[in-house]
C-alpha cells in the first residue's frame, strides 16, 4: 500500500451528483446537503491525499494481542469514543498505525467525500479496503460512489427521499449524532440547495440539424429527361421517373402500349405523318 496516499485527485464534476443520487432516488440538493454536513464538500486535502478521520476506539476492536497491547503503548488506539480529542492532522497516526497492522488500520479510518469508515468496504462496494482506500485516492466520484452504496447497503437512501433527518443521521452516524447536531445540519443545508438551480439530469439532448428538404426537379420541356445509371428502360421500354406524379400510373401503361405497337407494326407510324401535310394547291 502506497502510504502516501496520493492519487489522482480528480474533483467531481457537475453532473457526478445528480447522476450518482438518481441512483437511490434522490435528487442533487440532498446529495449536495449530505455533502456538506459529511466533509464540508471536499473529498481532498490541500496535499492531494483523501480527508480521514482516524478512529483510535475502531483501531482497539480491530486489533488482539501484542499488537493491541503495542498500539495502546503508542497511545493509538484505546476503548471508548471520545476518550482524547482528535489531532487535526490524522495521517500521521494513521501511518503509524499502519506500521503495526496495515489492514487494520485502514479499516480504523472514516475516507473520503462521504466519511465511510474502512470496515464498511464490502458495502461500499468494494471487496478489500485496500481496494477501498486506493479507489478514494484516485477520484471524488468513487468516494461519493462508495458512500451511496452504503447508503443503499444500509436501506437510509428512504430515509434520505422522505427528508428524515434524524433518522438518516443516526443510521449513517451512530446513536450519538445529536451531540454534533448532524440531522439539524442536514435540514439547514437541504434548505440551502433547495434555493440553487439544479444541474439538468438527464442531460438535454443535443439539438440535431434539420433535416434537408428535398428539391423537387420541374419536367424537362426542350428534350428527353437525361438517365442516370438507375434509371434503366424496365421491360416495356418505360424510363422509370420521367411521367410526372400522380399521372405516373396513368400515362406509364399508355406509353407502354404505345411502344409495343410502334415495335409490332412500325408502318402505321410512317404514314401517320401525311395526315399532317398541306394539301397541293
Request: aromatic residues 10%.
Amino acid at each position: 500500500m502506497d502510504t502516501t496516499f496520493k492519487g489522482a485527485a480528480r474533483r467531481l464534476d457537475d453532473l457526478d451528483l445528480p447522476k450518482l443520487g438518481a441512483r437511490i432516488g434522490v435528487g442533487e440538493d440532498e446529495i449536495h446537503a449530505f455533502l456538506d454536513v459529511e466533509t464540508s464538500g471536499h473529498g481532498f486535502d490541500a496535499h492531494g491525499r483523501p480527508i480521514i478521520l482516524f478512529e483510535p476506539h475502531v483501531f482497539f476492536r480491530n486489533l488482539s494481542g501484542a499488537k493491541r497491547a503495542q498500539a495502546v503503548e503508542a497511545g493509538l488506539a484505546y476503548v471508548r469514543w471520545g476518550e482524547k480529542p482528535y489531532p487535526r492532522d490524522s495521517y500521521p497516526r494513521l501511518k503509524a498505525a499502519c506500521a503495526i497492522d496495515e489492514t487494520a488500520a485502514l479499516r480504523s479510518a472514516s475516507w473520503g467525500l462521504g466519511q465511510v469508515l474502512g470496515e464498511n468496504f464490502k458495502a461500499a462496494g468494494f471487496l478489500t479496503v485496500q481496494a477501498m482506500v486506493e479507489a478514494m485516492m484516485e477520484d471524488e466520484a468513487l468516494q461519493l460512489a462508495a458512500a451511496v452504496n452504503f447508503i443503499a447497503a444500509h436501506r437510509l437512501d428512504g430515509k434520505l427521499r422522505d427528508h428524515d433527518w434524524a433518522g438518516f443521521a443516526k443510521g449513517y452516524n451512530g446513536p450519538s449524532y445529536r451531540k454534533n447536531a448532524y440531522d439539524i445540519r442536514l435540514a439547514d443545508a437541504f434548505r440551502k440547495w433547495s434555493g440553487i438551480k439544479d444541474t439538468q439530469w438527464p442531460p438535454a439532448a443535443p439539438a440535431q440539424p434539420p433535416a434537408p428538404v428535398p428539391i423537387p426537379h420541374a419536367p424537362q420541356l426542350n428534350g428527353p429527361t437525361p438517365l442516370t445509371p438507375e434509371a434503366e428502360p424496365d421491360k416495356a421500354g418505360v424510363r422509370p421517373g420521367l411521367l410526372p406524379g400522380p399521372w405516373a400510373a396513368v400515362l406509364a401503361p399508355l406509353v407502354a402500349a404505345i411502344l409495343s405497337l410502334f415495335r409490332s407494326a412500325p408502318s402505321l407510324f410512317r404514314k401517320a405523318p401525311s395526315l399532317f401535310r398541306k394539301a397541293k394547291p
